[in-house]
Structure formats: C-alpha cells, structure tokens
C-alpha cells in the first residue's frame, strides 16, 4: 500500500507528489506541480542527492532526479528528511502519487547529515500549527499520520501542546527520532545503513594500504643526515625529563581513573519530589513532598492532585558538568531536557534541578526513566548519543551503555518512575 509524504513547513504543508529518475548527466531538480518551474532550492537538492555531497545517490544508486511537490519550499534545510524518506518509498515503489488512495500519511521535519542522522531545526511548533487542517482532513478521512521530528533537548513539544493538538492520539502520532533508522524499520523499507558500513570498512581498508613503499625507512640503516643524538643535547635532556614526569603522573592518574568515576557515581544522586496542589491556593503554591527511592525506583506517583514533578541532581564531590533528561519507556519520547544547561555548559557542585510540567488533563498512566549524567567535559556530544542509542533500541541495556561511557570517562546513573492514572 502507498504511503503519501508531507514536509512540513511553517507556510503549511507540502506534498510530495512523485519522483522521477533523470538522466544521470542532467542536475536534479524539484519543481511545482507537475510544471516546468523549478524551485529555488533545487541547487541545494541536487547537491543532497549526488555525491560527494550527497546522500541519495550513496544510498540508492542513481544521481538524478526530478522531485514534484504541491506547494513551493523557499529556503531552510528542513525539507531533507522528507526527500530522503520520499525517496526510500519510492525505492520500495510505496511513494504515494496525489491520485492515490492511502491509509497512512508521513509528515516530516529534519536535517538529515551524512552518516543519516537527523539534526535539530526550528519552528516545529508553527508548523504543526500550520498544518492543523491537514492533520484534521486526514482524520475524517481515517488516514493515519506519522509526524517525526528531530530528537533532542528543547526540541518536543510539550504535553500541553500535543493535548491541544491532538496528537499522540490513534490516527496521529508524533516520534522524536535521533536517526533515519527508525523510519526505515517502521515502514520495512530498505536499510541503507549496511551500505554505510560497507562504504567505512572499505575506506578504512583502502588507508591501511595506502603506503608508499618508496618512502619506507630502514630502521636497522643510519641516516647520514640525520641530526645528532638527542643524548648530546642538554635543552634535549631537560625536555625529556619533563616529559618523563608527565607521563608518570598522567599514569598515575589513568590507573586510578576507573576508581574517580566510582567515586562520582556514588557521590551523584537522582531525588524526585512530587509538586501536589495545596488545599487554599491549588497549583499556584503547591506543597513539595519528597520520594524516597526503592531499589532502582520511586514510588508511582497518583496523577490526582499532582501539579509537577521536581527532578534533581545532588553533586556531593567534585565539581563537574551535569545533566539529566526523562524519556517515556514506551517509545523514546523525551519528557523533560533542558537544550539551554547544554548550550551554556558549567562545572557545578551540589544540587540542580528542573521542574517536569503536567498537563492538565492527563488521563493516562506514564512509565519513564529519568538519566543523570556526569563528566569533567562538556556532555553535549554524550547527550546526544546517549539519546540516540536509547531511541533506536526498543529495551536498551542500561548496564551496558553505563559500562560504555565509563570508558569514556562519563559517569551515568539512572532511575525509574512512574504517574499512575
């Protein structure tokens, strides 16, 4: 069955009504509606679709096309996750044509770079604002939509926004998605991803032959030209014995890394205070009343009279850069991160914290987990893979992705909660 795509944009949205392959010697193109007119960011799609710069063609084989959509796309860099999912259907022959019937629609916004990662872009509200009719019609007409947006901190709408627009419901469903792959396995689509391993393997093979014998050296054979011994040098010396006494204090260090990041992850602590109305003045003043941690867990929290959720971090050792997210079990969607703590990063001591909103008419329970994680580096890159490994994977292995970023020197705790309906 055909699926029919839309980029979004923050004008409405934009169907794609087909794509044609071209004549490899020509440049790819969108145009409108089936004319003869061609978009401004034409130039930007073709380079999206042939390599080197593009992903297209890497990806299934053919470096031109000619892309038709309904409405015109003016600027901005958003529309490339819809063309490259257009593009995987159309592959697959599921690329839905505007005579088509259909029973599922993708609307999308993203960045897609070369590895297919998807990366952050604005306006995601606007556009679903924009695209309310749309996501109305489609109902009446029992058409079930995908919406999929860029992952990450700052990104999602909040609850309130998606009650009021309805979404998460049956028919019309929003996903934070970190990569392509999701898509991909959604729909059982082709999965290019085996091709980029192929393509890393392969260069990676090419640059270990890369040698130039002519330019071998014969250790065992003195170098005429070469300059004299380092022994005879005394500035020569004294940089050696500083370099000596470095490198003994850096081993030092190192062997007693793993210890330092126990340490910290002992010293790190998740708290969880539920936010409950008061009796007089309700949500405006509401009474703080702490959860103590069960295990791995806190308590489930009755959803009657609850205003919000206060999550901390308590940093009783050393100094560090901090932050924590919660991510709904079911399916990835990122509860609570704050974008603004990554793009002003600070070394911090003691107790931090954010406030989790609920919306006011939540009627439904919610299992999630919230992370805390914690280096002597800025975390931005770690949050970002953190995020995207936990989303591609359906049942992450917790211990696992914390064994992992403890090599990287990152430590990382985790907890359960629950809000019970």
């Not at 990662?117 to 695209?131: C, F, G, Y």
């Not at 992850?265 to 003043?285: F, P, Q, V, W, Y």
Request: contains cysteine; glycine residues 6%; hydrophobic residues 40%.
């Amino acid at each position: 069955m055909s699926i029919r795509i839309y980029i979004a944009t923050t004008e409405g949205p934009v169907e794609v009504q087909r794509i044609t392959r071209e004549d490899p010697n020509v440049r790819s193109v969108i145009c409108l509606d089936g004319t003869a007119k061609a978009l401004p960011i034409s130039r930007a799609y073709d380079s999206f679709v042939k390599e080197p710069t593009g992903i297209i063609q890497r990806s299934y084989l053919h470096c031109a096309f000619r892309m038709d959509v309904d409405k015109p796309i003016t600027d901005g860099n958003s529309w490339q996750l819809g063309a490259f999912v257009a593009h995987a259907l159309f592959q697959e022959n599921q690329l839905a044509s505007s005579e088509d019937k259909v029973l599922n629609a993708i609307w999308l916004s993203g960045e897609v770079d070369r590895d297919l990662n998807v990366r952050p872009v604005d306006h995601i509200e606007e556009k679903l604002l924009a695209s309310k009719d749309l996501f109305e019609r489609l109902r009446a007409e029992d058409v079930r939509v995908f919406c999929f947006i860029p992952g990450g901190a700052g990104l999602v709408p909040d609850d309130d926004f998606l009650e009021r627009m309805n979404i998460d419901g049956d028919m019309l469903r929003l996903e934070s998605i970190i990569t392509v792959k999701r898509i991909l396995n959604r729909f059982d689509l082709e999965d290019v991803y085996t091709k980029l391993e192929e393509e890393k393997a392969a260069a990676a093979e090419d640059a270990g032959d890369d040698v130039d014998e002519g330019e071998e050296i014969d250790l065992y054979k003195p170098d005429l030209n070469a300059p004299e011994p380092i022994k005879d040098h005394r500035m020569a010396k004294i940089i050696a014995l500083v370099v000596c006494i470095i490198a003994l204090f850096t081993g030092l260090y190192l062997q007693f890394e793993d210890n330092i990041i126990a340490l910290r992850s002992g010293s790190l602590k998740i708290g969880i205070s539920e936010l409950r109305a008061n009796d007089d003045k309700g949500c405006t003043e509401p009474n703080i009343i702490p959860l103590s941690r069960d295990g791995n867990a806190f308590p489930a929290s009755p959803l009657d009279g609850l205003c919000a959720l206060e999550i901390t971090i308590n940093n009783v050792g050393a100094p560090a850069y901090m932050w924590a997210y919660a991510q709904r079990i079911e399916d990835g969607h990122l509860l609570m991160a704050d974008r603004e703590s990554l793009l002003q990063p600070e070394l911090q001591k003691g107790l931090i914290g954010w406030r989790l909103i609920l919306p006011k008419n939540l009627k439904r329970s919610i299992d999630y987990r919230v992370v805390a994680l914690a280096s002597s580096s800025p975390l931005g890159d770690a949050v970002n893979r953190m995020i995207r490994r936990t989303v591609e994977n359906g049942k992450p292995d917790w211990e696992a992705i914390k064994a992992q970023f403890s090599e990287e020197k990152i430590t990382v705790i985790s907890t359960l909660h629950s809000l019970e309906y």
